[in-house]
């Protein structure tokens, strides 16, 4: 049987430690990815945060690449 109070507990943590390691992190390399449908961003390639939208001429080359 799968607890739900305990699975959403457990997920709480992950999500913070997600957070923790973004915020630690420098972001160094970034890439452009969609993050999700009409959502592309440049992501950090270490710890996957959504930072910043590409402008109009970046977005060109990333789906020219396709
Ligand atoms: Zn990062």
């Given at each position: ?11 709480k943590e ?25 959502d592309t ?17 970046e977005l ?7």
């Amino acid at each position: 049987m799968i607890d739900m109070n305990d699975m959403n507990k457990r997920l709480k943590e992950i999500e913070r430690e997600i957070e923790d390691y973004q915020t630690e992190c420098k972001h160094k390399n970034q890439i452009i990815k969609t993050v999700k449908i009409g959502d592309t961003r440049w992501v950090c390639d270490k710890c996957q945060k959504a930072l910043s939208w590409p402008t109009p001429k970046e977005l060109n080359k990333f789906f020219d690449k396709k």
